[in-house]
């Protein structure tokens, strides 16, 4: 295996997170390289590679992790195969950077973090808003005393469905849309705050739009209440028409602050025979829209895997780790059973048997 030079990286998943993971690697070329993607579904691995100018390609990431000059995989393929891939990886000596939510119950999340710490290996959790210009300058405020202190932080995303199919299937994705953007807000609230313990969890969700699409909810609602008295608000939608929002807000005892991700870098545009690409989940471009320029570093997600292949060399400590997935699955699990039964559950979370999130808000526990 590489010891210096370039971290070599293979991808494992073809769809849009995998495509996010080979344009910021571009973008911030110097630390790493993407060498191999992985994917059974016919033709995807092959398109990406030719975009990305990726030169092997398999149908099967078992066999990409025998491929001995690769020494990082990110996992970017349905929730249920997280914890599988990061196992079967981990036995190959790979690091790994899993995608969120990190898996599906508290079981695997556990049999991932040992797997990855007895081989040696490391377990990096892929949290963008760790990362992101504009959240990163808030905490840093913050952390030098700029708002007095802080008592509640919101963080809120919203947009009109997910881009995988796969993610309308509760058995493939273990929620809805609290499993695919709760999980943000969770890890955000919990980090921004310096990871204070979280004492207990209220959620209310339910499926306002799409219940001809999924079983899963499609809003949602929760309250996180931390020790020391700090609340966290985490709201996400998949009805919201029009486009991405992605904000934050801070409040302080001196101060406040906020940010929308979207706006404040968005050239407002009119066109009445549109054009190509605005911006994630924008239903169109002719009249009015709101193109983002350097959409990718806007959310974070260059200097994300740049910080992760920095970390394969040693040269930082990873800012977003298994064990913080871990913490956002605890959270998962609690809220659907809150949305369940209409109460707060205290944390630490105590899984009756082996239990996925949606199981517990549709009642359905094993």
Not at 104 to 124: F, N, P, Q, S
Not at 164 to 180: R, T
Not at 181 to 206: E, S, T
Not at 253 to 280: C, I, Q
């Amino acid at each position: 295996m590489a010891v210096g030079g370039k971290v070599k990286v293979g991808i494992i998943g073809s769809g849009f997170e995998a495509d996010i993971h080979a344009a910021s690697f571009r973008i911030m070329p110097d630390e790493a390289e993407v060498v191999a993607v992985a994917s059974p579904t016919p033709g995807n691995a092959e398109a990406l590679a030719r975009r990305y100018e990726i030169p092997r390609v398999f149908l099967d990431y078992r066999a990409m992790l025998a491929e001995p000059d690769i020494e990082m995989v990110t996992i970017t393929a349905p929730n249920a195969l997280h914890a599988r891939m990061t196992i079967d990886a981990a036995a190959a000596g790979k690091h790994v950077l899993c995608e969120k939510p990190l898996c599906m119950t508290l079981e695997e999340a556990d049999e991932m973090i040992d797997a990855c710490r007895r081989r040696g290996v490391l377990l990096m959790y892929a949290e963008e808003l760790f990362f992101t210009p504009k959240y990163v300058q808030a905490k840093r405020m913050a952390d030098e005393g700029a708002f007095g202190r802080v008592h509640l932080v919101k963080q809120s995303e919203k947009h009109s469905g997910p881009h995988g199919e796969w993610f309308w299937d509760v058995s493939k994705s273990g929620g809805g849309v609290f499993m695919d953007m709760g999980c943000h807000g969770i890890a955000f609230c919990y980090w921004f705050l310096g990871r204070p313990a979280i004492k207990d969890v209220y959620c209310q969700m339910n499926t306002q739009v799409h219940a001809d699409r999924t079983r899963g909810e499609d809003e949602c609602l929760c309250i996180l209440n931390f020790e020391g008295g700090a609340v966290g608000l985490v709201e996400n939608s998949w009805t919201r028409l029009g486009g991405m929002d992605d904000r934050v807000e801070v409040y302080g005892s001196s101060g406040l602050t906020m940010a929308n991700l979207h706006m404040g870098n968005a050239l407002p545009t009119y066109s009445e025979p549109g054009y190509g690409y605005a911006v994630e989940k924008a239903p169109g471009t002719k009249g009015w829209s709101y193109p983002v320029f350097e959409e990718l570093w806007n959310y974070g997600f260059p200097q994300e895997m740049h910080h992760f292949a920095r970390c394969v060399r040693g040269k930082e400590t990873p800012i977003a780790t298994g064990e913080d997935g871990r913490v956002v699955q605890e959270v998962l699990l609690a809220g659907y059973r809150s949305a369940r039964t209409g109460a707060k559950v205290e944390l630490p979370y105590r899984p009756s048997g082996i239990e996925r999130p949606i199981d517990l808000w549709l009642g359905k526990m094993d």
